[in-house]
């Protein structure tokens, strides 16, 4: 069985990640996806809330088990632990590629069983980011293009804004 782990801060998920799912479902027999805890970047949602905002989009995905998960510690003991075999991960653009490599080339150093593989984001997806989501929503834009309806929802519950268009 092909299982492949795709963390990430998903805070929150938006078209992007979803894009990558999406592409790796024709590829891997299971994902894993699996929020961060702990992460450093001082998240807006909570990780319940991220799990369920991920759980709920990722409902219609077909061809492939998907299953999602947080993690606490190191990637490549979640993914051995989860007897997967590769890391699963988005490339937006060449402003992704040196962070992704040094995250790789890390985990490499911890572990070779573990593989890093890389999906080319869609180019309607490749400017999306969680950060510049929340950047939108803070201020009351629209967000419906970018993430599910109801991440959008809570994206406003969060900053206690009426959608006003
Ligand atoms: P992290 O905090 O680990 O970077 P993110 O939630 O920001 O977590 O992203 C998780 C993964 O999804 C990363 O590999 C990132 O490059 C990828 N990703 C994020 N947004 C997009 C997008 N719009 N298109 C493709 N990949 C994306």
């Known amino acids: 069985m092909k299982i492949a782990v795709y963390p990430g801060s998903f805070d929150p998920i938006t078209y992007g990640h979803l894009d990558i799912i999406q592409r ?53 003991d979640y993914v051995k632990k989860r007897k997967a075999n590769v890391i699963l991960r988005g490339l937006r653009a ?3 590629f040196e962070y992704e490599l040094q995250i790789a080339s890390v985990n490499r150093i911890v572990s070779d069983e573990v593989e890093t593989l890389f999906f ?18 803070r201020y009351g834009a629209e967000t419906k293009e970018l ?19």
């Open 24 to 76: 790796g479902a024709k590829v891997f027999d299971k994902i894993i996806v699996a929020t961060l805890l702990n992460s450093s970047k001082n998240p807006l949602f909570t990780t319940e809330e991220r799990t369920e905002m991920i759980r709920e989009s990722v409902k219609g995905i077909q061809g492939c088990e998907i299953e999602v998960d947080s993690f606490d510690g190191l990637l490549v």
């Open 147 to 165: 993430v599910p309806d109801h991440v959008a929802k809570m994206l406003h519950m969060k900053y206690g804004i009426q959608k006003t268009r």
């Open 120 to 137: 080319m984001s869609n180019n309607k997806h490749s400017f999306i980011s969680s950060s510049m989501v929340k950047e939108l929503a």
């Open 94 to 96: 060449i402003s992704d």
